[in-house]
Antibody, heavy 120, light 108 residues
Framework: EVQLVESGGGSVQPGRSLRLSCAAS????????MHWVRQAPGKGLEWVAG????????GYADSVKGRFTISRDNAKSSLYLQMDSLRPDDTAFYYC?????????????WGQGALVTVSS | EIVLTQSPGTLSLSPGERATLSCRAS???????LAWYQQKPGQAPRLLIF???TRATGIPDRFSGSGSATDFTLTISRLEPEDFAVYYC?????????FGGGTKVEIK
């Protein structure tokens, strides 16, 4: 069974940093593109970033480009999101997601989400 | 960036009725890379439809997708009580990947 478990969420002041992790199991992690998707409370879904299976190809939403960095450790079956210069509008649930096959989408598997709150 | 506009924002229907949800793209979606998701409160989204019209594993056949290029539709033929939720479309053919703003299907 595919499992994605996010961790590292919490409350942080504007301008500070936070690092999210996603522990993957139940599949061959190194073969899949992986993504981060966020959802502000009561709002819609927003794709944040994606990373190819090898880690060589990255993609970011304009809203986080230059502030967030997606990475992965295939030996540890883990996905990461380094979030710097956090702003109040980054407050959201952050989901780790895996596509249904070896392409960039669609997203078949999702974690339970990690809440990030940015507030002074 | 491909902007996806979903309409209506809210759909008020009764169980047994047909639901028709629209997703319009600001430019043509690459290939057939359009998906639909269902999300219930407190849960992660669930993939319903991918490649415009292919149902994901375990999705009942009352859900169907159609469309092409810039206009797409999700149809729920007969609403069941568990279908009342928020639905999102997504294009995954062009970076940045984008989602529509969602349509809430509520009980009338």
């Amino acid at each position: 069974e595919v499992q994605l478990v996010e961790s590292g969420g919490g409350s942080v002041q504007p301008g500070r940093s936070l690092r999210l992790s996603c522990a993957a199991s139940g599949f061959t992690f190194e073969k899949y593109v992986m993504h981060w998707v966020r959802q502000a409370p009561g709002k819609g879904l927003e794709w944040v970033a994606g990373i190819s299976a090898t880690g060589h190809h990255l993609g970011y939403a304009d809203s986080v480009k230059g502030r967030f960095t997606i990475s992965r450790d295939n030996a540890k079956s883990s996905l990461y999101l380094q979030m710097d210069s956090l702003r109040p509008d980054d407050t959201a649930f952050y989901y780790c997601a895996r596509p249904r096959d070896y392409g960039w989408g669609p997203f078949q598997h999702w974690g339970q989400g990690a809440l990030v709150t940015v507030s002074s | 960036e491909i902007v996806l506009t979903q309409s209506p924002g809210t759909l008020s229907l009764s169980p047994g009725e047909r639901a028709t949800l629209s997703c319009r793209a600001s430019q043509s979606v690459a290939s057939t890379y359009l998906a639909w998701y269902q999300q219930k409160p407190g849960q992660a989204p669930r993939l319903l439809i991918f490649d415009i019209s292919t149902r994901a594993t375990g999705i009942p056949d009352r859900f169907s997708g159609s469309g092409s290029a810039t206009d797409f539709t999700l149809t729920i033929s007969r609403l069941e009580p568990e279908d009342f939720a928020v639905y999102y479309c997504q294009q995954y053919g062009t970076t940045p990947l984008t989602f529509g703003g969602g349509t809430k299907v509520e009980i009338k």
